[in-house]
């Protein structure tokens, strides 16, 4: 798909260099409207057209988004008649001529099942109608055919079917892009509820067995932590939103702490230090409260001792810096990298193989999770979040 992207736009910034100099070398003394060259114009024209008629595509083929769409694309051919179907229906007509709908529809079914374009003339009993012959061409995406662009226009022209093919191949980009989007909102999805499924039922139990626990000792203190524990586990499996902000994700984590508190005591120590001015950072949900879970169960485990936490959060500049620290038992390096890797998931590893993937995803491999380690040396995270991303919010 990026090598497909790259080679079309090599192959369309010669053209418009190309027709940029022609107009520098055939200006005439007047611009229009302070555009430049007619050739200036038109290029202008053609590049605000098609960047009008990409965002309906980019949600999919659909009659919505093509009703949005068809007019533009209509503008981009120069044609009367434009439409846009999928494999059953006619999606939407703009222009003239809609009486041959019917006779394009039964007409479509060789270009859907070979996804090469035709054209043929169109059979007509209104003396004034413009429209005489169509142009088919397939919207393919992964060589498969999601439906077609008809251009329909008063004779056969060889430049119209080229200019068609050529439209219909961008068209098919912004659908393939589409489905790009609706894959990693997918992706995204599955890897929340593999983190979801991961909240450690043995981490419910103890936390209502604590709540329980006190009950008679402390009916108060039950209520406070019933409502903890209530407002984890609403945020924890809330279901609008890929993303959170920092203050959000950190409001969850006090309330996991809390719960945390009431069942080790004295055993856990915990200390934030956040910076005011991170906390509307936007980050993926659910990223930091694994981590936070992963300290505490290993700074607690195979020790009698108590164990300390520090969550810091530190502006830098157009990053926000996020650092988790425990010193508890550590991990081995190797055993680590193989979890980072996915070659490997003991408990409580996929919350960290999670986090770094979707980190990678959303930011790119350069923000992935830092990790310091060792056997009995504790361990410290770090995540480093920009603050602004396109498609973050």
Not at 280 to 286: C, I, K, Q, S
Request: aromatic share 6%; charged share 25%; hydrophobic share 40%.
């Amino acid at each position: 798909m990026t090598g497909f992207l790259a080679g079309l736009l090599v192959a369309v910034l010669p053209l418009l260099a190309a027709g940029f100099w022609l107009g520098r070398r055939t200006a005439r003394p007047e611009n229009l409207g302070g555009l430049g060259t007619p050739v200036e114009h038109a290029t202008f024209e053609t590049l605000h057209t098609a960047s009008l008629a990409a965002p309906p595509l980019r949600a999919g083929l659909t009659e919505e988004t093509a009703r949005r769409s068809a007019r533009r694309l209509r503008t981009l051919l120069g044609t009367d008649a434009l439409c846009l179907t999928d494999h059953e229906n006619l999606l939407v007509w703009d222009g003239v001529g809609d009486h041959h709908r019917t006779e394009i529809m039964e007409r479509l079914a060789g270009p859907l099942e070979s996804g090469r374009g035709e054209a043929f003339p169109l059979h007509c009993e209104t003396p004034d109608c413009p429209v005489r012959w169509a142009v088919v061409t397939p919207l393919t995406v992964d060589d498969r055919v999601h439906g077609t662009l008809v251009a329909c226009a008063p004779r056969e022209s060889a430049v119209l079917v080229r200019a068609a093919g050529e439209v219909a191949r961008w068209v098919s980009v912004q659908l393939e892009l589409a489905d790009l989007d609706r894959s990693r909102t997918r992706l995204i999805e599955a890897e929340i509820r593999a983190l979801r499924a991961q909240i450690s039922p043995h981490f419910i139990f103890n936390s209502l067995a604590v709540i329980a626990s006190f009950v008679r000792t402390d009916p108060e203190r039950a209520r406070e932590l019933l409502l903890e524990f209530a407002d984890f586990t609403r945020y924890s499996f809330r279901r609008h939103g890929d993303f959170t902000t920092l203050a959000d994700e950190l409001h969850a984590i006090d309330h996991y702490l809390a719960l945390v508190r009431a069942r080790f005591g004295d055993r856990l120590t915990v200390t934030l230090q956040i910076a005011p001015e991170v906390l509307p950072v936007t980050l993926p949900f659910l990223c930091l409260q694994p981590l936070v879970e992963n300290a505490v169960k290993h700074g607690l485990e195979g020790k009698t001792g108590t164990c300390r936490i520090q969550i810091t959060a530190q502006d830098e500049g157009a990053e926000a810096l996020v650092v988790i620290e425990d010193d508890g038992a550590g991990m081995d390096p190797v055993l680590l990298r193989r979890i980072l890797a996915g070659e490997t998931s003991p408990s409580g590893g996929i919350g960290l193989s999670n986090v770094d993937d979707r980190l990678r995803q959303v930011y790119g491999d350069d923000h992935g999770l830092v990790i310091e380690t060792a056997p009995g040396a504790g361990m410290r995270i770090t995540a480093r979040l920009p603050k602004y991303q396109p498609g973050v919010h």
